[in-house]
């Protein structure tokens, strides 16, 4: 089902002109693209914070704005998190919670507020204030705050620039627990690859106030690789992880990876993420190195980004590993798709995301 | 009389300023938060014209601002003369005049405190609040009003004390009435004009003192208590 319709114009007065049409069918969506590139201002258009030229927004399959009529945001079952939280200063934590509670249904809603409590790890912060909470506190008090307002859809400004690794795993964390345990579509804005490739599972791609290209995360993202304004960035996903001797090894495919940092919590989804130009390919297994990861792979695809430089080859390892690679040597090695080749990764070069 | 003691004529004259102050900065509340409000966040035509008008008794010489209500709500006047006819409602010699002229010059001061006040109140937290399901009057009353409390209760206190202070206006337009309109300022000018009066105007200015000290610790107050009492309105 469709969960969101936009069609948006609007003219700003610094000349900047937002044109954009999409649609969002997944669960969780990311607005992508460069800043300025106007994903803040899609956002309060479809909350309703932001009086457009022209709008059509369909939440749900009900028009909130458009064809004459213009919903105040009380109106239109969106939840916002704000990139500040905006967190009411002069309530605790507790009320700025239940601040957008419905008024009705009480019984229902106070197990509905332990649930998104104990997901969100609210408990000892109920009685603090704002100003008492560090930052990811306190985006995770707006977050189950947008949450208990029961929204349809909810919308997150940069919910993961800025963040220091460990957090960032936090709250990757718990964006995972609450849009499956609660059912919410999510739909935020992101600057970063990285944060898209993990998060999303369907991608809108901006620049400069216009769509460039929307879909499923890969595809999206591997256009934007072909057609050079992104570099491939590898993200995969890890299994059975076992510490060995200060470092961590876990199940790619049938391969086993070694990597430098702490996996995720038990439960919870490893991703190791690593650079294109990280990976060196060989087409013997070499004799007597210091890197720890050497994985069979094969050669799925060559691109070569429009206007030359470095190729990019695609290769199936259990998981998809971009290699960046000069054309020469791509030359040198023979690489052709159906190729089978080694794939070398320093451990030190992995890290979890 | 000893000089710890007030005269029955004391009583009266501080009685009926308190009076005429309360009822003047309750008459001019409700309207003078919301214009605050109205005035900090909202562009629209005529703006200028709106703010002149309520400016204007902050900086026109209080007697021309008596003058001008006798013209328009004097007995003799328009409006003042078909209320007296319709509603048997008098201003002239009358406390209700009292009320209406402190009104008049303490609204600015009322005006101007809660305009800055909510100014200074993030915008954007009222975007939160529409989008978490409160509408206009809710996020007003829940998050707007209690985050500029401090600066709307210290303009309540400063038109207050500006009505006690009130002289000029009420002198032309409501008249020097014992009992009726004479509130403490009049009250001071009255003894101090009359023969052997200065003792009786110092015993009204040690008074003046004591109210207007009280005044500035009960808005300290106001602001505490109120701070707190409002931050619950916002779970409900």
């Known amino acids: 089902m469709t969960v969101l319709e936009v069609e948006l114009k609007h003219r700003y007065d610094s000349g900047f002109e937002l044109d954009v049409a999409m649609s969002m069918n997944a669960g969780r969506c990311a607005l992508f693209g460069p800043s300025g590139s106007g994903k803040t201002s899609i956002l309060k258009a479809i909350a309703g914070l932001l009086r457009s030229d022209h709008a059509r927004i369909v939440v749900a399959g009900e028009i909130v704005d458009g064809d004459g009529l213009r919903r105040a945001p009380e109106r239109r079952g969106v939840g916002f998190v704000f990139q500040d939280h905006l967190l009411f200063p002069h309530l605790t934590v507790e009320k700025n919670l239940v601040f957008g509670r419905p008024r009705t249904a009480k019984m229902r809603d106070e197990a509905f507020f332990r649930r998104v409590v104990g997901a969100l790890d609210l408990g000892d912060l109920l009685r603090r204030r704002p100003h008492e909470l560090s930052g990811g506190q306190s985006q995770r008090v707006a977050l189950g705050r947008a949450i208990l307002s029961r929204p349809r859809i909810l919308l997150m400004d940069e919910p993961l620039a800025s963040l220091d690794r460990a957090l960032k795993r936090r709250v990757l964390d718990h964006l995972d627990r609450v849009t499956e345990e609660f059912d919410i579509p999510l739909l935020f804005v992101s600057h970063a690859q990285g944060d898209v490739l993990r998060l999303a599972d369907e991608i809108v791609s901006l620049d400069d106030g216009r769509v460039v290209g929307q879909g499923p995360t890969a595809e999206v993202l591997e256009q934007e690789e072909r057609e050079g304004r992104l570099n491939p960035l590898n993200l995969v996903e890890v299994t059975d992880v076992i510490e060995e001797k200060g470092v961590w090894r876990g199940r790619m495919g049938d391969q086993w990876v070694f990597f430098s940092t702490p996996p995720a919590p038990a439960g919870r989804p490893t991703y190791i993420r690593f650079g294109a130009s990280d990976v060196t390919l060989a087409r013997t297994r070499p004799d007597g190195l210091s890197i720890r990861n050497c994985i069979p792979a094969r050669v799925e695809r060559i691109v070569e980004p429009e206007g030359g430089g470095m190729v990019f080859v695609a290769l199936e390892a259990g998981g998809r590993i971009w290699s960046e690679i000069t054309p020469k040597a791509r030359d040198e090695l023979g690489l052709v798709p159906g190729a089978e080749v080694f794939c070398l990764l320093k451990t030190a070069a992995l890290r979890t995301f | ?236």
């Open chain 2, 1 to 236: 009389m000893s000089a710890f003691t007030l005269s029955a004529a004391e009583w009266e004259v501080l009685g009926l300023s308190v009076k005429v102050a309360l009822g003047a900065t309750l008459l001019i509340l409700p309207v003078g938060v919301f214009m605050g409000y109205i005035l900090a966040r909202r562009e629209f035509r005529g703006r200028t014209a709106v703010e002149i008008l309520i400016n204007l008794p902050l900086v026109m010489p209080p007697v021309a601002t008596g003058l001008l209500l006798l013209l328009l709500l004097g007995r003799e006047s328009l409006v003042g003369g078909w209320l007296e006819r319709v509603f048997g409602v008098r201003f002239v010699f009358d406390m209700k005049g009292a009320v209406v002229a402190a009104a008049v010059v303490s609204f600015p001061l009322l005006v101007k405190a809660a305009q800055l006040a909510f100014s200074g109140v993030d915008p954007r937290l009222e975007g939160a609040a529409r989008t978490l399901g409160a509408g206009r009057a809710r996020t007003f009353l829940a998050v707007s009003l209690p985050l500029a409390w401090p600066g709307v209760a210290a303009g309540i206190v400063l038109a207050f004390a500006r009505c006690l202070g009130e002289f000029g206006a009420t002198m032309v337009f409501a008249g020097n009435v014992a009992g009726r309109t004479r509130i403490l300022p009049l009250a001071m000018y009255n003894a101090y004009q009359s023969p052997d009066g200065m003792g009786e105007a110092t015993r009204l200015l040690v008074l003046s003192v004591l109210i207007a000290s009280a005044a500035l610790v009960a808005g300290t107050w106001l602001d505490r208590r109120g701070k707190k009492r409002l931050g619950r309105v916002g779970a409900s």
